[in-house]
């Protein structure tokens, strides 16, 4: 048992002179002040893309929004169409039909 322990220990003291030879202060502080430098110029450009695009979004979207288009009501009466071998609960046509030609029969 203690020969385990000095032999992780001894494992772990080589492991941190290794570390500690391979990298230097000073290169860490200049390594962390480059990384933060570009993080910042990252920040700032997609700061930027943001402040550009979304005005942009939003005026081509009014646009977009502000013409008229026309809608594409007549559908054609192909014959496997709406076959119903029985009435709905609540009437002849569809919950969400707006225009039901069986049910502006029915209530004439």
């Known amino acids: 048992m203690q ?3 000095q032999a992780l220990q001894q ?3 080589r ?3 290794h570390v500690k030879g391979s990298r230097g ?3 860490d502080a200049s390594s962390e002040k480059a990384h933060l430098d570009e993080a910042m110029k990252e920040m ?3 700061r930027t893309v943001t402040y550009a695009a979304v005005p942009a979004c939003i005026a081509v979207a009014a ?3 502000s013409h008229q288009h026309e809608h ?3 559908v ?5 169409m709406r076959i119903r071998s029985k009435d709905f609960p609540w009437g002849p046509c569809g919950l969400f039909e707006m225009h039901c030609p069986d049910a502006e029969g029915a209530e004439e």
């Open 25 to 27: 202060m000073a290169s």
């Open 15 to 17: 492991s941190a002179q």
């Open 3 to 5: 020969a385990a322990r």
């Open 11 to 13: 494992v772990a003291r």
């Open 76 to 80: 054609p009466d192909y014959p496997y």
């Open 44 to 46: 700032s450009k997609w």
């Open 72 to 74: 594409h009501e007549d």
């Open 63 to 65: 646009w977009d929004l």
